[in-house]
């Protein structure tokens, strides 16, 4: 079946350390996005992918980077500079613009 | 800039009655606008989309919504709620046309649907 799969669903972080959260999906979509929800936010969007090799900064970039080296995978890192990591981080894609994005089971980020 | 509105936090049915979830939005041109739904700790599910075309737009699991652009609204409705709808809604609209800005949405807050039995 295709989809978009997430892993890990929980993942805990020290302080001063980068945390990598995979995105992977076989549905052969081009585009792809991080979103971090947080409660009673809605969902705000960190980074995209419109093709492979190419990302662009979404609304909350800051003390997040990604990476898209193939069409795939879409990884999310999110690094020391981020003060406020704890949050519910979700993944999804899309075939084109103006389409609904399909959205992964996301990745709950928590500080120990 | 488009915007999404979403006039209520909560909403309580019960079960066998309809629902009803309010949304406005905010657009400089003809939107697309969606309706999602997330279980607790899942990702967000598709329930309906309106682009352009009829305006009354039918979805899964027995949800529709109507496209009213006089009134900038897309209120989502269900004849008789079931408990398994309990969960929270996010009414989204496509936030530009721009094909350098790929399919950005954005985002209402969401509406949380409780089911009593």
């Known amino acids: 079946d295709g989809g978009i799969t997430q892993s890990p669903k929980y993942l805990f972080r020290k302080e001063g350390q980068n945390v990598t959260l995979s995105c992977e999906q076989n549905?052969?979509?081009?585009?792809m996005y991080w979103y971090r929800q947080d409660p009673g936010q809605g969902l705000r969007l960190i980074y995209y992918?419109?093709?492979?090799?190419?990302?662009q900064k979404g609304d909350i970039a800051e003390g997040y980077s990604v990476s898209r080296e193939k069409k795939e995978s879409f990884p999310l890192t999110v690094t020391s500079a981020q003060k406020n990591p704890t949050a519910f981080y979700l993944c999804?894609?899309?075939?084109?613009?103006?389409?609904?994005?399909?959205f992964g089971d996301g990745t709950r980020l928590s500080i120990l | 800039a488009q915007s999404v509105t979403q006039l209520d936090s909560h909403v309580s049915v019960s079960e066998g009655t309809p629902v009803l979830l309010r949304c406005n939005y905010s657009?400089?041109?003809?939107?697309?606008l969606f309706w999602y739904v997330q279980h607790p700790n899942k990702g967000l599910q598709l329930l309906l989309k309106?682009?352009?075309?009829?305006?009354l737009v039918k979805g899964i699991n027995g949800f529709e919504a109507e496209f009213k652009k006089s009134e900038t609204s897309f209120h989502l409705t269900k004849p008789s709620a079931h408990m398994s709808d309990a969960a929270e809604y996010f009414c989204?609209?496509?936030?530009?046309?721009?094909?350098?800005?790929?399919?950005?949405?954005?985002f209402g807050a969401g509406t949380i649907l409780r089911v009593k039995s």
């Open positions: 989204v609209v496509s936030g530009s046309f721009r094909a350098e800005y790929g399919n950005k949405l954005v």
């Open positions: 992918s419109q093709i492979v090799n190419d990302f």
């Open positions: 657009s400089s041109y003809s939107p697309s």
């Open positions: 549905l052969n979509h081009d585009a």
């Open positions: 309106y682009t352009s075309a009829a305006t």
């Open positions: 999804a894609s899309s075939i084109m613009r103006n389409q609904p994005q399909h």
